[in-house]
């Protein structure tokens, strides 16, 4: 087969590039150490959210020092608790499902982007430093009023935390 | 319409497409540049870290 | 202006294959009047979330974004491929089809699905009937759209196979008169992209036909929405190369011509399809990096298979850009850059073309983020990503698709376009108005603006512009929205224009030869059984487990989700017929009290 040099060239620089590509994301899921969102997050009945243990009180809990677990349900049109209250400094996991249809979960403006799936349980761990507010959305579309869907994120300082369900 | 204004005829032999290399290794940069600002920068750099 | 095509007297495709040349009109008729109806939408949606000029309750914004997204990506870009794959395999193997009934039976098959699921979205319009299929292009269970909807998908996709095999049948009678020679070039790539097409379709067939249909007529309770999620994904990836392969036909086969050239490259064209059969499918999970009951291992594969995607595509780039260097240079064009200015930029079809592949080196760029899979969770959903599909699928294809038409159009017709100035101002058009839009698009998603929203304006916080402003870039996307409506309006107008031209004979437009002819490539690259085999092989490794693991967690069906028909509220607001008239009467009066 006849390649011309400089096609030889580009190839090899296309597949430095996409070795490239390849790198920098394993750096990142190791090095920096971002987790992708799995399976681990286990399955749910999804017409039984209220006899679950993890759902049927959503909420958020303590389970370790600066450890807390986020139960949170993505349903037509709300997110359940809002809002959901946590400490700063703290290392948040994140359990979501949905009763209904597939719902997004975004925290606007940040990283902590994920997909809620029923039947499916979302299990997404996030680090919160600072004291602040954040504003949460749907960016699935789920029905007719998909774009009231929104819901915030209040992470509060330390020494005013309290914690239990805001429902 | 352009087809017929064939001025001169060039064979694969006597063709070196220099000018494609040298807009392709500019695309090449950008790509690079690019994706560093956009991995380390607006990724990483981004608030929330997933872990 | 077509003088000297008159003058050279080449038979035109229409004079030499007439019954064929009814089939490619048909295909392309029926793309343009989807990419009609569908730039309506497009507009209404620009204007809409962006809250330029807002006329329709939110909740029909749904059944827009719906009609919108089918019409584009799969009527406008699969019609326009089955006409222009007709046209390459015959003109390639220089021999009509083998029955022409044949080839009416899946046109027109084609055509009922697509009226089929139309209808099941138009219907969301009329509150007071229950069909309806506001679920959007990727139908996500469980929202369930009407029967009629995913009906019609099924047999507009039985359309489509069908189609392939009339390829594979002119291929096969093709061989028995020319047993030892190379397949042409063109019916080449058609050939390894209809295989490509019939692997990534048993994923959409398995959701649509088992699934999705008997459950929305009530045979089955519940489906598994992780299930059905996945299939459509094994699908929905290679469906955008399915859109894309035609667009890479074009710039391999015609655009080297046009450029005054040859193409560079035979040899390379060849591996670039094949490399396109083995590896479009096992990728889709790239789609459900952030999904939940998708183990990490298998997103890793995916990413890796992605990436090597690429490779195919910047291959092309160079030797598409080379074979226009040769046109250039053949035409006189000197220097390291200097070249640039001898191509013919005066011909629509050219600019159009090339224009579209420079948009495309762009939307690489962004393919490549969302290809990366933990930068995922910066983009994922946000409206960056419609923003990289309107530079790929929405300008590398679909700016392709006008501009080939103006070249290809006269040749199936024998009539000429009826404005090449205004075919010029249309390409160029497009490209300012996606350039625009698409630029807003990915910078808002950044931002974490997201997609497929009626009103990205929440109550409880705003969206933060680390640049820029969010009210300008909402301008920027209704802007570039409305040029883009304008284009589409003169790319049609036009192309029903010429159908009032005077026929005349002699518009065919011969291809030049590659530079480098398919004699320099190893016979095994023709071996279609083989490349089939690998890319089946790499599509099982890649979708066995995930599938196992999904089914076995949740099972083949989740009797715990329930379906959810997507109809509208019809107490809620204005309705859509009503509110059409109230927004002309509006629209009206703005008029006349600026015209006194």
């Known amino acids: ?167 | ?51 | 202006m077509m003088s000297e095509a008159l003058e050279t007297g080449t038979p035109s495709f229409m004079d030499r294959f007439p019954q064929e040349a009814a089939v490619v009109r048909a295909s392309l008729i029926s793309s343009f009047i989807a990419l009609f109806l569908g730039a309506v939408f497009g507009l209404i949606q620009a204007l809409h979330r962006t809250d330029v000029f807002r006329f329709l309750d939110s909740q029909y914004y749904y059944t827009v974004l719906t009609a919108h997204g089918v019409l584009m990506v799969v009527s406008f870009t699969i019609f326009f491929l089955v006409g222009v794959f007709t046209w390459a395999t015959v003109r390639s193997l220089d021999r009509p089809l083998v029955d022409i009934r044949y080839t009416w039976a899946w046109y027109g098959l084609m055509a009922i699905g697509t009226l089929m699921a139309v209808v099941a979205i138009l219907g969301g319009f009329i509150p007071s009937t229950d069909i309806s299929a506001d679920v959007l292009f990727t139908f996500y269970a469980p929202m369930q759209a009407h029967p009629l909807f995913y009906g019609g998908l099924a047999i507009f996709i039985i359309g489509t196979w069908l189609a392939g095999a009339d390829y594979f049948r002119a291929w096969y009678a093709w061989k028995q008169e020319h047993p030892d020679e190379r397949i042409p070039l063109q019916t080449f790539m058609v050939l390894t992209t209809m295989l490509m097409w019939y692997i990534a379709t048993i994923g959409v067939a398995i959701a649509v036909v088992v699934f999705l249909l008997p459950w929305s007529l009530g045979l089955l309770d519940s489906v598994n929405p992780l299930l059905t999620r996945t299939l459509f994904w094994f699908w929905g990836h290679p469906v955008v190369y399915f859109w894309l392969m035609p667009a890479y036909l074009l710039w391999y086969t015609v655009l080297p011509s046009i450029s005054g050239g040859r193409l560079f490259s035979d040899p390379l064209a060849r591996v670039v399809f094949v490399l396109f059969l083995l590896l479009s499918t096992p990728v889709g999970i790239h789609h459900q990096y952030v999904d939940p009951g998708i183990a990490e291992g298998f997103k890793m594969i995916a990413m890796t298979n992605t990436m090597f995607l690429l490779l195919p595509s910047l291959l092309t780039a160079f030797t598409v850009v080379a074979s226009m260097e040769h046109g250039a240079r053949q035409r006189g064009g000197t220097g390291l850059f200097g070249w640039l200015r001898a191509l013919p930029w005066r011909n629509p079809a050219f600019t159009g073309m090339a224009l579209a592949g420079l948009m495309f080196a762009a939307g690489g760029f962004s393919g490549m983020v969302n290809a990366g899979m933990n930068i995922n969770y910066l983009v994922h959903n946000t409206i960056w990503v419609p923003g990289h599909f309107h530079l790929t699928v929405g300008t590398a294809v679909a700016l392709t698709f006008m501009a080939a038409t103006y070249w290809l159009w006269p040749q199936v017709t024998n009539k000429p376009i009826f404005s090449r100035p205004i075919a010029l101002a249309q390409v160029v058009l497009w490209f300012v108005g996606m350039a625009l839009m698409s630029n807003a698009m990915h910078v808002m998603g950044l931002f974490g603006v997201p997609r497929r929203t009626a009103e990205p304006q929440y109550q409880g916080f705003d969206f933060v512009a680390s640049f820029g402003s969010i009210t300008e870039l909402r301008m920027q996307l209704a802007l570039g929205g409305t040029l883009l409506f304008l284009s589409t309006i003169l790319f049609v107008s036009n192309i029903a224009l010429s159908t009032g031209s005077p026929r005349m004979s002699g518009l065919g437009k011969p291809l030049s030869e590659p530079l480098s002819p398919a004699a320099d490539s190893p016979k095994v690259l023709d071996n279609l059984t083989l490349w089939f085999g690998i890319a089946m092989v790499l599509v099982v490794l890649a979708y066995i487990l995930p599938l196992a693991s999904i089914i076995t967690d949740s099972g083949i069906v989740d009797p715990g989700v329930r379906p959810v028909p997507m109809l509208v509220d019809a107490a809620n607001g204005l309705g859509p017929i009503s509110a059409v008239t109230d927004a002309a009467s509006r629209v009206v009066a703005a008029v006349v009290g600026v015209v006194p």
Not at chain 2, 30 to 46: K, Q, R
């Open chain 1, 1 to 167: 087969m006849n390649i011309h040099n400089y096609e030889k060239i580009w190839l090899m620089a296309a597949i430095l590039l996409i070795v490239g590509f390849i790198s920098t994301v394993t750096y990142g899921a190791t090095a920096v150490g971002v987790d992708m969102i799995s399976d681990d997050g286990g399955t749910v009945n999804a017409s039984a959210l209220d006899e679950d243990p993890r759902f049927s009180e959503p909420r958020v809990e303590q389970v370790g020092e600066n450890e807390y677990e986020a139960y949170v349900i993505a349903q037509q049109f709300i997110f359940r608790p809002d809002p959901i209250t946590v400490p700063a400094n703290s290392t948040v996991t994140f359990f979501v499902t949905s009763p209904d249809v597939i719902h997004g979960f975004e925290i606007v403006g940040t990283n902590a982007n994920a997909m809620v799936v029923p039947g499916q349980v979302t299990e997404l761990t996030v680090e919160f430093n600072e004291p602040g507010e954040y504003g949460l959305l749907c960016h699935e579309y789920c029905g007719a009023g998909h774009h009231t869907m929104e819901g915030s994120v209040v992470v509060q300082p330390q020494d005013e935390f309290t914690q239990g369900g805001d429902e």
């Open chain 2, 1 to 51: 319409m352009g087809e017929e204004q064939v001025v001169r005829e060039i064979g694969h032999d006597e063709y070196d497409p220099k000018g494609t290399l040298a807009l392709i290794g500019v695309y090449f940069v950008i790509l690079l540049v690019m994706w560093v600002f956009m991995y380390f920068v607006e990724f990483l750099g981004n608030e929330l870290t997933v872990v």
